[in-house]
Antibody, heavy 122, light 108 residues
């Protein structure tokens, strides 16, 4: 069974940094691109970026470029989303997602992590 | 950047048909996926590749895509279909993924 298990809820202060993890299991981790999606409270889904675990090739939504860093450690089947200089506006739920299959970028995000809630507050 | 526009809300009596539109420039030339999100839960794919349905998703859910509009149709709506629904595409010209604005479906 394919699973994406994310790290737990976080409460941070403005200016702090955070790294959220997403561990994949039940499949060959290096084959499938892993992406990240933000959902602010009461709002819609926003695609942040995506990474290929095989070679760490990364794409970012221009809206998030420079604000976040996506990385991967394929030796432990884990992808990461790093947020720095946190602001109250970073308060959101963050989901990792896995593409359905292979090299076709147009395929659906078939699998979703359970989400990591982040609260940024002084 | 590519924009996908959905109606904010759709209300439908139980047993009737809900149609959720997703508008985008020449969206018919792209591959559209639809996600259902219930409160407090992660989104779930209900239709992918314009018209396909994952295993476990009822046949009541169907999709179409042509011209500038993709549509998710929910037939014989049930109370359990109350959720937010999002369309999503990959925009090949920019190599970016885009989600629609989302539609809240209410069963009256």
């Amino acid at each position: 069974e394919v699973q994406l298990v994310q790290s737990g809820a976080q409460v941070k202060k403005p200016g702090e940094s955070l790294r959220i993890s997403c561990k994949g299991s039940g499949y060959t981790f290096s084959i499938y691109w892993i992406g990240w999606v933000r959902q602010m409270p009461g709002k819609g889904l926003e695609w942040m970026g995506i990474i290929s675990p095989s070679d760490s090739e990364t794409r970012y939504n221009p809206s998030f470029q420079g604000q976040v860093t996506i990385s991967v450690d394929k030796s432990i089947n884990t992808a990461y989303l790093q947020l720095t200089s946190l602001k109250a506006s970073d308060t959101a739920m963050y989901y990792c997602v896995r593409r359905a299959y292979g090299d076709n970028p147009a395929v659906t995000f078939q699998y979703w992590g359970q989400g990591t809630p982040l609260i940024v507050s002084s | 950047s590519y924009v996908l526009t959905q109606p904010p809300s759709v209300s439908v009596p139980p047993g009737q048909t809900a149609r959720i539109t997703c508008g985008g420039n020449n969206i018919g030339g792209k591959t559209v996926h639809w996600y259902q999100q219930k409160p407090g839960q992660a989104p779930v794919v209900v239709v992918y590749d314009d018209t396909a349905r994952p295993s476990g998703i009822p046949e009541r859910f169907s999709g179409s895509n042509s011209g500038n509009t993709a549509t998710l149709t929910i037939s014989r709506v049930e109370a359990g279909d109350e959720a937010d629904y999002y369309c999503q595409v990959w925009d090949g010209s920019s190599d970016l993924y885009v989600f629609g604005t989302g539609t809240k479906v209410t069963v009256l």
